[in-house]
């Protein structure tokens, strides 16, 4: 699995306008091509007016999906710009589309490349991006009587904690880079006496 990656902080949008066209880029975080494609359709839906809408997506950490789609502007001219501005930027799991409202000036091949990759760069740049880490899971099984401690610490060394769950003890549910596994085992059997259970999971991303 690829150690990290970048992704849109939010969703948003950023509107330019070159010769009289308006260019609207929406940005969005998507997990899954469902995702990507109900974002586009969304945006399709706000804007009904509008002549094209063009879109692109990256997914998967690596990159391993990849989509652009022209929608009617002259073939890569559009959807390919703006899929070259997502990986130029690194940004995996988004999704961008870039709604037009023509103006009456024709921009050529070049301009209409220019204004669509231009467009999601300067989104990007407003919107922002963050940094996603992979993580290792983690549950610390704990007496009620140390929990609390054990949690203040836990957030106080910058560890990610991500879930409590309360019942015959308590389980606090860690996010560990994969380098940190065995240093965190060495200081929560310090730090808890060796009281505390340690059970490795899955793995997720989560901020960096």
């Not at 899954?32 to 692109?56: D, I, L, S």
């Not at 390919?80 to 130029?88: A, D, K």
């Not at 589309?97 to 989104?123: H, Q």
Request: aromatic share 6%.
């Amino acid at each position: 699995m690829t150690e990290q990656y970048r992704t849109v902080a939010r969703e948003g949008v950023h509107e330019i306008e070159i010769s009289k066209s308006r260019f609207l880029c929406a940005l969005a975080p998507a997990a899954t091509e469902e995702e990507a494609q109900a974002f586009v359709a969304r945006v399709r839906k706000e804007h009904p007016a509008a002549r094209h809408h063009c879109f692109a997506y990256v997914l998967g950490a690596d990159g391993a999906v990849q989509k652009a789609s022209d929608d009617g502007e002259p073939g890569g001219t559009a959807g390919v710009p703006m899929l070259q501005m997502l990986l130029r930027r690194e940004v995996r799991y988004a999704v961008a589309v870039v709604t037009r409202y023509f103006g009456g000036v024709k921009l050529g091949a070049g301009g209409l490349i220019r204004a669509y990759g231009g467009v999601v760069g300067e989104a990007l740049d407003v919107i922002g991006t963050v940094t996603r880490q992979r993580f290792r899971l983690a549950t610390v099984a704990v007496d009620h009587q140390r929990a609390g401690k054990l949690e203040n610490d836990l957030r106080a060394t910058g560890r990610a904690v991500r879930e409590v769950r309360y019942g015959a003890d308590v389980r606090i549910e860690v996010g560990l880079p994969e380098a940190d596994v065995e240093s965190f085992r060495a200081w929560l059997a310090d730090t808890t006496a060796g009281t505390a259970r340690l059970e490795l999971g899955g793995e997720a991303y989560g901020d960096a």
